[in-house]
Nanobody, 121 residues
Framework: QVQLVESGGGLVQPGGSLRLSCVASGSISNINAMAWYRQPPGKTRELVAGIASGGITNYVDSVKGRFTISRDNTENTMYLEMKSLKPEDTAVYYC???????????????WGQGTQVTVSS
């Protein structure tokens, strides 16, 4: 059984920094794309940043220059370094991965349970 577990969320003042982690565990053959999504209060979930297995990254415009996504393929772990945080970054942040298990020919999408990030003074 595959699990994605996020950690690193919390309360931070505007201008502060946080580092989120996402660990994929279980029976995994390979992980293709990974991504961070977020869902602000009362809004729909949105893509924040994505990273391909080869390391190519993409970001939503609102976080470019402030957030950095990375991954460690040997540890099945993904990170999101967040700097210069703003109140509008407040959201539940979700880890997403497209991966294949040993018993499957196809890839599937998996989600973590989410971690709360609150930016407030």
């Amino acid at each position: 059984q595959v699990q994605l577990v996020e950690s690193g969320g919390g309360l931070v003042q505007p201008g502060g920094s946080l580092r989120l982690s996402c660990v994929a565990s279980g029976s995994i053959s390979n992980i293709n794309a990974m991504a961070w999504y977020r869902q602000p209060p009362g809004k729909t979930r949105e893509l924040v940043a994505g990273i391909a297995s080869g390391g190519i990254t993409n970001y939503v415009d609102s976080v470019k220059g402030r957030f950095t996504i990375s991954r460690d393929n040997t540890e099945n772990t993904m990170y999101l370094e967040m700097k210069s945080l703003k109140p509008e970054d407040t959201a539940v942040y979700y880890c997403h991965a497209t991966l294949r298990t040993p018993l499957s020919t196809y890839t599937r999408d998996y989600w973590g349970q989410g971690t709360q990030v609150t930016v407030s003074s």
